[in-house]
């Protein structure tokens, strides 16, 4: 293992206190760091919360902000936060108005927050949910509950964000963001492994000429794994399988997320781009919005990730509102 | 006895979480063999942690009792058991609410909201080598005593015997969650680790009951 690192232990607090050092806009509860939260919650609004494992960076914490997050629960690498974490971010979040639970579908994660709702609900908190499963490689359609969730979660952060922001009921922001979840599709691939620091070994093995299609973001089994193809034909094969799931008509539009994994540049990912935006002129479909660069990661992992929302009156002028967060700022133009 | 009050039923929680403290190594010999080894661990910090909670109360009723019992676990151990026993007091203090004094039928009823929290919260199955598979005994047994009209001696030894028969019957089974799910078929012969604190949990009831009972 080739890594900055002190000792592997403290790899998620020592991240925790250089984030608190260079964002003073954000802070943690309970004097526990790992409960992460906004410095400034916003009163009577419904408070978005979300959490998963570290490794991940910007996700999540890096979406607590001004119309996006206010709080995330810490895990550490790969580990769901505890109910009693996610617990003492929503008790700090929660502004009278209640608290959404937005997060990824993996098991650990649905236990501690359905633990920590139940908790809340003891101190009079309304908790409503929505759990993210945007990766079209990890089940079929009509299994669509078992798909876990990748970077297409920050469309839904925006989502939610923005609705309340504007000072909707949680049942709005749950109806919202619902929406957005059922119209948002990922495809990643991934061509080397990630490592965990505590463990020290990359995470799968894989040969320097194959590339996994389809891999999720903790070096989860995709699809297929095979020989690496010129980027044109890998994003067409990912696209084809989300185009498959969205059924366009002429006049779609729809908002894009070229997101890198860790370890592959961003000429990469813009000539990755190039061929994407080919491929929805095709289908006569508009990309009203683009964002590109790492908003989902595994560490050092190369690879990259395509998430597609297919937008509508209602949600683009949600992803469309300004956000300002210390990882990710959208000014509206 | 047929009923029994509320302040006397709280001094079950010291009971149960002398009996963790007690078997705390060979929970953790137990859960080694197939998961993390942190069993032991987590349930004797879990019931140290309710019987303080509770025992901090001043005169509580039953419900707030369970409830703050599963407040205190799911605060001290946020494992998956941890979780799993924290979500099945709470649920059991929602079956109890209003309830002035502990019955067979509570006692059914708290089984029966226990196991149906811990179902749910783990989306486990009856079969998948899980403690659910010796919480259902529980809970059915007790239903069959408070049908009977027995009193909480007899229906806390009866699910006593239902939770050990149980456990005994989760050798058979192959596991599907967690991480003994890894191991599957070398689960097979194994007592399940999960099984094994429901039938803790099951016996210290009865043990509580006997000794009450007894004067």
């Known amino acids: 293992m080739k890594k900055f690192l002190n000792n592997p232990e403290d790899f998620v607090d020592e991240m925790l206190e250089g984030i608190y050092r260079a964002h003073p806009e954000v802070t943690f509860a309970d004097g526990d760091m790992r409960c992460f939260v906004t410095a400034n919650p916003v009163p009577g609004k419904v408070g978005i919360v979300t959490g998963g494992g570290s490794g991940h960076l910007p996700l999540f914490l890096g979406y607590v902000g001004k119309n996006m997050l206010d709080g995330a629960g810490v895990g550490g690498v790969f580990q769901s936060p505890s109910s009693d974490q996610l617990l003492s971010v929503t008790k700090y979040v929660d502004q009278g108005a209640g608290v959404l639970y937005l997060y990824g579908n993996y098991t650990g994660d649905i236990m501690n927050f359905d633990m920590a709702g139940e908790l809340a609900e003891l101190d009079d908190i309304e908790t409503a949910t929505v759990v993210g499963n945007d990766d079209v490689a990890s089940s079929v359609v009509g299994e669509e509950h078992k798909r876990r969730g990748v970077a297409g979660i920050f469309f839904l952060y925006k989502v939610a964000g923005a609705a309340a922001a504007q000072m909707k009921p949680l049942a709005e922001v749950k109806r919202l963001t619902e929406k957005a979840k059922d119209r948002v599709r990922t495809m990643g691939v991934a061509l080397s492994p990630c490592i965990v620091p505590e463990v020290g070994k990359p995470s799968f093995q894989i040969g320097d000429d194959e590339m996994e299609i389809g891999m999720g973001i903790h070096g989860e089994p995709g699809i297929t794994r095979k020989a690496l193809e010129p980027v044109d034909a890998v994003v067409k094969e990912m696209a084809d399988r989300i185009f498959a799931e969205q059924s366009y008509v002429d006049g779609d539009e729809v908002a894009v997320l070229m997101n890198g994994l860790g370890g592959t540049p961003l000429e990469e990912l813009y000539i990755a781009y190039r061929r994407l935006g080919q491929l929805l002129d095709d289908e006569g479909v508009t990309i009203r919005h683009v964002w590109l660069g790492e908003f989902a990661t595994s560490m050092e992992m190369a690879g990259f990730s395509i998430s597609i929302l297919k937008l509508d009156d209602e949600l683009e002028p949600l992803i469309a509102a300004e956000v300002d967060t210390p990882f990710f700022k959208h000014f509206a133009g | ?215």
């Open chain 2, 1 to 215: 006895m047929q009923t029994l009050d509320a302040k006397t039923v709280a001094g079950l929680f010291p009971r149960l979480a002398a009996r963790f403290e007690a078997e705390r190594d060979a929970l953790i010999e137990l859960d080694s063999k197939v998961g993390d080894s942190d069993l032991g661990l987590t349930m004797a910090k879990a019931f140290r942690a309710a019987s303080e909670a509770v025992g901090a109360l001043d005169a509580p009723d039953l419900s707030t009792q369970m409830k703050t019992a599963g407040a205190a676990i799911a605060k001290a151990a946020p494992s998956t058991m941890g979780t799993l026993m924290a979500t099945g007091f709470l649920r059991g203090s929602k079956a109890l609410d209003g309830a002035a004094a502990l019955d067979v039928a509570g006692l059914a009823a708290f089984w029966d909201a226990y196991a149906n929290g811990v179902a749910m919260r783990g989306k486990a199955a009856l079969g998948d080598k899980t403690v659910l598979d010796v919480l259902d005994p529980i809970a059915r047994r007790c239903e069959a005593e408070a049908g009977k009209g027995a009193s909480l001696e007899e229906a806390c030894a009866a699910a006593a015997k239902a939770a050990a028969d149980a456990l005994e019957a989760t050798r058979d089974l192959v596991a599907q969650h967690g991480k003994a799910a890894a191991f599957q078929e070398k689960s097979r012969g194994l007592q399940d680790a999960g099984g094994t604190v429901a039938c803790i949990l099951a016996d210290e009831f009865n043990g509580f009951m006997q000794a009450l009972a007894a004067g």
